[in-house]
């Protein structure tokens, strides 16, 4: 029976082609930005992954952590740069160790002028972030020392200050202090939340302390592990090592936190998740929209076809050969719609993604979910109109203008 | 009743037998009889017209003996099935199985092929696809209007329409055709081929036709006439052709 059902509901759809169009348009825009808005979320949550392991997946942050006063959360003394050769001194997990102090300044050379990210580091930096130079040298540990005042930039600085000018050598005024260009670091690209990490400039240490923020704090410490799997031993490590150097009173909170970048990235994803929901209930209020409008053709149709009905049903359809008719032209309305969807959202993604800078990734399970829920729709919005249909006196319905 | 059993019915008696048959519609004051005590029966094989004013209440009768209506009281027997105890959806089965239907306004589906229109009644029938091409084409070949089945209602004239009704009805070779004013809506030439189309059928292949009709030309071409008038059968004769 339902292979008749089906070629019955087939027929009645392609009498009306435009009309079937203009009734699926709304799941059909409802689908397509379901699938936008996924693809586009998959994408971002692989390039964020992708990102992870392009900061180093080894990769632990320690920050100064907060003190509790009297209920009042202050932020703990900072750290000094004996804190980092005392990790470094007494480590047994960790490949590197480098001190981090950050602000944004305000660069200039000659005309062009930016605020950049500025970081007080040692060489240390390089094997903790994985990072390499394209030109130039790295600090040299007389240089660390004295606090000289070299730099080794980013790309996008070299873009944006030196433009095509030859930049090594050459002399960057950050604030009242300058210093001379020594390097330049490979290109990194976009982080999602961390932005630009080529728009940088790295000072020693010593020099970031006395010219820039003239204390001698340390802001944080970035720490790498030996391996992948050592990150949760030398985190205990580093801990151990912190809570001797910094002691907290009994049952306080430590005065220092360690942090790896996988748990900024669930920090990310779940600000992202926020976004996603969000997403997703325009998503579904336009699902339901796209159903109330099938319901509103349908209805109509009912009426306008009362005749037909009659027709059916004097020919010897029974009244749930009636109502099964229309539901399944109201699910395959809306399947119909839903697949269309699909399609003009896979392409409204593909569009897209190369200009969010996010990778294309397609993904099969949410199609089949949108195909699936959009016949749902048709099949739940069709039910009223179709036992409407269902119920019609033959006679009257015969009779019907 | 099994669908069995309404499908698969030899039966030895009239194919349609009206005992006592009366129909109210509404109640109390606005009461109003549109059959009052109506018995006949109707053979296999034979052409009646049934004839009257409006109101009379031929139109009713034809509704109960087409199933689509249930007497109020009095028994109606369509091969032997007293269709008052039958459901809905029985009788729905019944009207697929042994009745066909031609109206005033021919009621084929519009931007619908003819074959397709045909197909119709095959399809709730769940005969396979090519054997119900067949029976459609055939059909259509009955009717004269071979070369046409791609033809929607709309590019069909008003005769050419009725045929195709009339194809619809009688491709299921139904026990029982109805036909309510086939004539209604066509010119007296179109009329005229409509019913000795009518009447080719009942001769060569026996179909059992039962034609409403208030126009004694056409209720000529019946070797049967019952004349309805305020709820009754006041008048019967039949020709002597039969």
């Known amino acids: 029976m339902i292979g008749n059902i089906l070629l019955l509901s087939m027929r009645e759809i392609r009498r009306n082609v435009l009309r079937s169009i203009l009734t699926t348009l709304g799941i059909v825009i409802g689908v397509a930005a379901v699938i936008v808005v996924v693809t586009l979320g998959a994408g971002t949550k692989a390039q964020v992954q992708e990102e992870i392991s392009k900061l180093g997946s080894t990769m632990l942050t320690v920050f100064p952590g907060q003190r509790r006063r009297g209920g009042a959360a202050q932020t703990a003394p900072p750290f000094e740069i004996d804190d980092v050769n005392a990790l470094r001194r007494e480590t047994t997990l960790l490949s590197s160790v480098a001190p981090m102090s950050i602000g944004r300044k305000m660069i200039v050379y000659g005309n062009e002028n930016r605020r950049s990210q500025l970081v007080g580091t040692d060489r240390e930096f390089v094997n903790v972030r994985n990072w390499a130079l394209t030109a130039g040298r790295l600090f040299s540990p007389a240089e660390e020392q004295s606090g000289k005042s070299v730099c080794i930039i980013g790309l996008t600085v070299r873009k944006e200050l030196f433009k095509d000018e030859p930049y090594l050598g050459n002399v960057l005024r950050i604030g009242k202090a300058s210093c001379e260009v020594i390097g330049l670091l490979e290109p990194k690209g976009q982080v999602m939340f961390s932005g630009d990490q080529d728009d940088v400039v790295v000072v020693p240490i010593k020099y970031y302390q006395r010219r820039i923020s003239g204390n001698t704090n340390v802001d944080q410490i970035y720490v790498s592990a030996l391996d992948d799997d050592l990150v949760p031993a030398a985190q205990a490590e580093v801990e151990m090592i912190m809570r001797e150097r910094r002691p907290s009173q009994p049952g306080a909170e430590d005065l220092f936190s360690v942090r790896g970048v996988q748990e900024m990235s669930t920090a990310f994803q779940s600000s992202t998740a926020v976004m996603t929901a969000f997403l997703s209930a325009i998503a579904a209020i336009s699902l339901l929209v796209g159903g109330i409008g099938i319901m509103n053709i349908m209805l109509v149709s009912v009426t306008e076809r009362t005749r037909e009905i009659g027709i059916r049903m004097a020919i010897g359809a029974r009244e749930k050969e009636v109502l099964l008719q229309f539901l399944v032209e109201a699910a395959m309305l809306a399947g119909f719609g839903g697949l269309v969807g699909i399609a003009i959202g896979l392409g409204g993604a593909m569009a897209l993604a190369p200009l969010l800078n996010v990778p294309f990734i397609v993904q099969p399970d949410m199609m089949v979910m949108a195909f699936v829920f959009s016949a749902l729709v048709g099949v739940v919005f069709g039910y009223m109109p179709a036992r409407s249909a269902a119920r019609l006196d033959p006679i009257d319905a015969l009779r019907h203008e | ?242």
């Open chain 2, 1 to 242: 009743m099994s669908e069995n059993e309404l499908s698969e019915r030899d039966h030895e008696g009239p194919v349609v037998a009206f005992e006592h048959v009366a129909k109210v519609y509404g109640d109390g004051e606005m009461a109003v009889r549109a059959l009052d005590d109506v018995s006949f029966e109707i053979h296999a094989g034979e052409f009646v017209a049934v004839m009257g004013a409006s109101g009379s209440g031929k139109s009713t009768t034809m509704n109960i003996m087409g199933c689509l209506d249930t007497p109020s009281s009095g028994q109606y027997l369509f091969k032997g099935v007293d269709v008052k105890t039958l459901s809905r959806d029985q009788r729905a089965l019944l009207r697929r199985h042994y009745l066909g239907f031609v109206f005033q306004g021919f009621n084929l589906l519009s931007r619908t092929t003819a074959l397709e229109n045909l197909e119709l009644p095959l399809i709730y029938r769940r005969i396979a696809k090519a054997e119900r091409r067949d029976m459609a084409m055939a059909a259509l070949n009955a009717v004269g209007l071979e070369n046409r089945e791609h033809h929607t209602a709309a590019e069909l004239s008003g005769g050419q329409q009725q045929r195709v009704a009339i194809a619809r009805a009688m491709v299921t070779t139904p026990s029982l055709l109805l036909a309510d004013e086939p004539t209604g809506n066509l010119d007296t030439a179109r009329s005229q081929e409509i019913m000795e189309l009518l009447a080719r059928l009942n001769e060569d292949k026996g179909l059992t036709i039962v034609l409403v009709t208030h126009e004694d030309d056409m209720a000529a071409f019946a070797r049967r006439t019952l004349v309805f008038r305020d709820g009754n059968i006041v008048h019967e004769t039949r020709s002597q052709a039969a």
